[in-house]
């Protein structure tokens, strides 16, 4: 009957619209959207949904709203799918270095050796060690706040993290047995960095 199909059709609408905001976090979006947060409400909503109590989100919409980066708030970035832990001072792992990820993944096999240096977080050599079964990662950087928190995520995919510059930290039993190397490296020179927006 219509009246049923009319129903049916404002059923399967409702599951199709997005969750409805709610009244707790109205505040929470406007504070972000008067601090210029262009994604206010999903911003919001990742805050709310990862804050353990009031104080917390409190405490972490002050963060957000005083220009910290959205992922040093929260303490993860999402990159290819997975959950990367971000601490305050290590860059933040970007959606376009996803490219990076998928081509040296495209090109390593199964039990291959892969290195990421500059590593970061070590986010695109997890990309690349979740994406291709038995790979052994080996990872890199000269920042020991990046280490510390690579070898967290590098841990998960059973991969090591060495401090140090560039490929100088890599066990000499590494030579000669590189399948893929992936690199991120810097490219905002040492001097410029203080030049630019937090």
């Not at 990862?50 to 220009?67: H, I, K, N, Q, S």
Request: proline share 9%.
């Amino acid at each position: 009957p219509p009246a049923a199909r009319r129903s049916a059709l404002r059923s399967r609408k409702a599951t199709v619209t997005a969750t409805p905001i709610s009244p707790g976090i109205s505040d929470v979006i406007s504070r972000l959207r008067a601090a210029g947060c262009v994604f206010a409400e999903d911003e919001a909503r990742l805050l709310v949904d990862t804050a353990r109590t009031p104080a917390e989100l409190a405490d972490m919409v002050d963060r957000r709203v005083a220009g910290l980066p959205l992922e040093h708030v929260l303490g993860w970035a999402e990159f290819a799918g997975r959950r990367i832990s971000v601490d305050p001072g290590v860059f933040v792992p970007r959606r376009r270095t996803e490219l990076l990820a998928r081509e040296a993944a495209a090109l390593a096999r199964p039990g291959a050796v892969v290195v990421d240096l500059c590593c970061g977080s070590g986010a695109v050599g997890v990309a690349v060690a979740a994406a291709v079964p038995g790979v052994e990662l080996h990872a890199a950087d000269v920042d020991p706040a990046a280490v510390r928190c690579a070898r967290r995520n590098v841990a998960a995919v059973g991969g090591q993290v060495y401090e140090g510059d560039l490929d100088a930290p890599l066990p000499a039993a590494l030579a000669g047995r590189v399948d893929v190397l992936v690199a991120n490296a810097p490219y905002v020179p040492t001097d410029a960095v203080g030049l630019m927006p937090p």
